[in-house]
C-alpha cells in the first residue's frame, strides 16, 4: 500500500468511479431490510414525511408542532427521497447513506491525492466495511448526515491548506470546504462548522502552518458561500419564530452541551471502547501496529499525514466526550480518520509479511460478514414490539378520522399507517409534568410553545377526549395494552387490535349521541378477549 508515484498524463477516472460507486451500493443494499427503530428513526423519518404531506418545506413539524431541535437538511433529503421512491424505510434512510457514501467519496479523493491510490482504497475499505460505520448509514437520524458533511469540510479544507503551503491552487478546494460546511451547519448545527474548524486549526499550529491556515480563515469568499447556503433559513426562521434563536442555540447548542438532566448519560470514557469495539475487527490492527512497531515508519505521501488523521480524531472522541449525554452515534466523525490509521497500520504491521494479501483480505471478509450480520441484529433488539402494528383486514384510518394517541406518542405509527395529518396526544400537559423529563412529552411541550393556538388543538387532557371522540365522525385511539386503568372510558369503544405493548379503538360516532357515549361502558381492568389478527 505503497504511496504512488506522482501521477503523470490523464487520469483514468473510470476505475475511481467505478470504485465509489460500488461503495454506495455496498452502502444503500441492506438499507430497507429492517423496520424503524422507535423512537429516533420514527421521529426523524416522521418529520420529513410530514414535511412532504404538508408542503411545508421551510418548517420541519413532529405531529404539526414547530421542531426545532436540529435544521431540516435531513427532513429536506428525507422528504425529496420519499416524494421519489415512496414512503418506506429505505426511502427514510437514504439522506444517511448519502451521508455515508459523501464523507467516503471525500476520504478517498483526499487519500488519493495525498497518500496514492492503494492506500485511498484501502482507507475507503477499512472505513465503509466497520461495523459501526456501515450500520450508521443505515440508520434514519441526523448523526451520519453530519459526518459526512464534517469528513467533507475536513478533507477539503486540508487539501486547500496543503495546495496553499506548497503554491499550488487552493481556492477550489476551499470553496468546497465551505460549502459543506454550510451543509453541516443545516444537517446538525454548529458543530459542522466549529469541529472541522478545531481540526485544521490545531493540525496547522502542530505542523506549523499556521500563517497558513490564517489565511484560509480570512477568505471572505468562502463564509460568504457558507452564509448564502445555510443563512437563509436560519434567518426565516428567527423572523417567524422570535423565540428560535434562544431555543435552537442557547438550548439545544450550549445548555444540552453542558448542563446535566438530559437522556443517555454516560462517563467520559464512554466512547473509547464504543469505537474500538463496534469498528471490529479493523481496530485489531491497529493494535498490532502499536505493539509490533512503536517507532516510526518512513514517510510515504504527504508529509503530516498521520498528525492530522491523529488530531482529527482526537478532536472529535474529547469534544463529543465532554457533555454527560452521549449517543453511540455522535461519535461518528471520528470513524473517517480511525479507518485512515488502521490503513496505514496495516501497511506498516504487514510490510514484510508473506502473508499480506490474504491477512487483509480475510479481516476485509470478516468485516463485511459482521456488517451484514448486524443488519437482522439491529433489527431484532432495535425495534420495539409495538412497531409496525398492523390494523386488521378491511380497517383503515381514512382522511378526516380523528386520531387520538393516549398519555404517549408513538413516533413510528403515523409513518407506517400513512395517517392523514398530526394526532391529537392526550395526556397531562402541566408544566411541572411536560418538563420533568427528556422524552416525547418535553419534545411535543417545546415544540407547541412556538404555536399555541396549534398546540391547543393537538395536546390535549385526557377527561376532554370521552365528549369529542362521542361527537359525530370516527375516532381512532391508540394507546398502552393497559390504557383503561387511565382512561376507562376505552372500555366504550371497540376494540380493533392489540398486542402486548399497545391497543387501538374505534368509535363511529353518531349525529344525535350525547357526550357521554362512552360511559357505563365497563370498569377498569384487563382487556376484553380479542380473537382477530393483530
Not at 504512488?4 to 477516472?13: F, H, I, L, S, V
Not at 448523526?143 to 503554491?167: P, Q
Request: charged share 15%; glycine share 10%.
Amino acid at each position: 500500500m505503497n504511496a504512488a508515484a506522482p501521477r503523470r498524463g490523464k487520469p483514468d477516472w473510470r476505475g475511481h468511479v467505478a470504485f465509489l460507486l460500488a461503495v454506495g451500493a455496498w452502502l444503500a443494499w441492506t438499507a430497507g431490510l429492517r423496520p424503524l427503530t422507535a423512537p429516533d428513526e420514527g421521529r426523524y423519518a416522521g418529520v420529513a414525511r410530514a414535511m412532504l404531506q404538508s408542503g411545508d418545506w421551510l418548517v420541519p413539524r413532529l405531529d404539526g408542532l414547530p421542531f426545532f431541535h436540529k435544521p431540516p437538511l435531513f427532513y429536506w433529503i428525507g422528504a425529496v427521497s420519499m416524494q421519489l421512491f415512496g414512503v418506506h424505510e429505505w426511502a427514510a434512510r437514504l439522506p444517511s447513506v448519502l451521508g455515508a457514501w459523501v464523507g467516503a467519496v471525500a476520504l478517498y479523493l483526499f487519500m488519493r491525492r495525498h497518500a496514492g491510490t492503494s492506500q485511498a482504497r484501502w482507507t475507503t475499505l477499512v472505513l465503509c466495511t466497520s461495523p459501526f460505520f456501515f450500520m450508521g448509514a443505515q440508520f434514519a437520524n441526523l448523526d451520519m448526515l453530519v459526518a459526512g458533511c464534517i469528513t467533507a469540510t475536513v478533507a477539503c479544507a486540508a487539501d486547500a491548506l496543503l495546495c496553499l503551503d506548497e503554491e499550488r491552487p487552493w481556492r477550489g478546494a476551499l470553496a468546497l470546504a465551505f460549502v459543506s460546511a454550510g451543509l453541516g451547519l443545516l444537517a446538525k448545527g454548529l458543530i459542522g462548522v466549529v469541529l472541522p474548524g478545531g481540526v485544521i486549526v490545531l493540525w496547522a499550529m502542530l505542523t506549523r502552518r499556521a500563517r497558513v491556515a490564517l489565511r484560509m480563515a480570512v477568505w471572505w469568499p468562502g463564509w460568504l458561500l457558507l452564509a448564502l447556503i445555510a443563512g437563509p433559513w436560519f434567518v426565516a426562521m428567527q423572523l417567524r419564530y422570535p423565540e428560535f434563536f434562544d431555543y435552537f442555540v442557547i438550548t439545544q447548542h450550549f445548555r444540552r452541551f453542558a448542563a446535566s438532566g438530559f437522556n443517555n448519560e454516560h462517563p467520559f470514557w464512554f466512547y473509547g471502547p464504543v469505537v474500538l469495539g463496534l469498528c471490529l475487527p479493523w481496530t485489531l490492527w491497529l493494535v498490532l501496529w502499536w505493539r509490533k512497531a512503536p517507532a516510526p515508519a518512513p514517510a510515504r505521501g504527504t508529509p503530516g499525514l498521520p498528525t492530522l488523521m491523529l488530531v482529527w480524531m482526537g478532536v472529535m472522541v474529547v469534544f463529543f466526550s465532554l457533555p454527560r449525554s452521549k449517543l453511540v452515534g455522535y461519535v461518528l466523525p471520528a470513524l473517517p480518520p480511525l479507518a485512515a490509521l488502521v490503513a496505514m497500520g496495516l501497511d506498516r504491521a504487514l510490510a514484510a509479511s508473506p502473508h499480506r494479501a490474504r491477512l487483509m483480505g480475510a479481516t476485509a471478509a470478516m468485516a463485511g460478514l459482521l456488517c451484514v450480520g448486524a443488519v437482522p441484529l439491529a433489527g431484532h433488539y432495535g425495534t420495539p414490539p409495538d412497531a409496525r402494528l398492523r390494523l386488521p383486514a378491511g380497517e383503515s384510518v381514512r382522511a378526516g378520522d380523528r386520531v387520538v394517541m393516549l398519555d404517549h406518542y408513538f413516533y413510528e405509527l403515523p409513518f407506517y399507517w400513512q395517517l392523514h395529518g398530526p394526532v391529537v396526544v392526550a395526556a397531562d400537559w402541566r408544566p411541572a409534568v411536560a418538563q420533568a423529563s427528556d422524552n416525547w412529552r418535553k419534545e411535543l411541550a417545546d415544540a407547541g410553545g412556538f404555536e399555541p393556538t396549534t398546540m391547543t388543538a393537538l395536546l390535549q387532557s385526557l377527561d376532554a377526549q370521552p365528549g369529542r371522540i362521542c361527537a359525530p365522525g370516527r375516532t381512532w385511539v391508540i394507546g398502552p395494552s393497559n390504557a383503561q386503568l387511565v382512561a376507562p372510558w376505552v372500555l366504550g369503544m371497540q376494540l380493533v387490535t392489540f398486542n402486548a405493548e399497545m391497543a387501538v379503538w374505534r368509535h363511529d360516532g353518531r349525529a344525535g349521541e350525547g357526550p357521554d357515549c362512552l360511559s357505563g361502558h365497563g370498569s377498569p381492568g384487563a382487556l376484553p378477549a380479542w380473537n382477530g389478527a393483530s
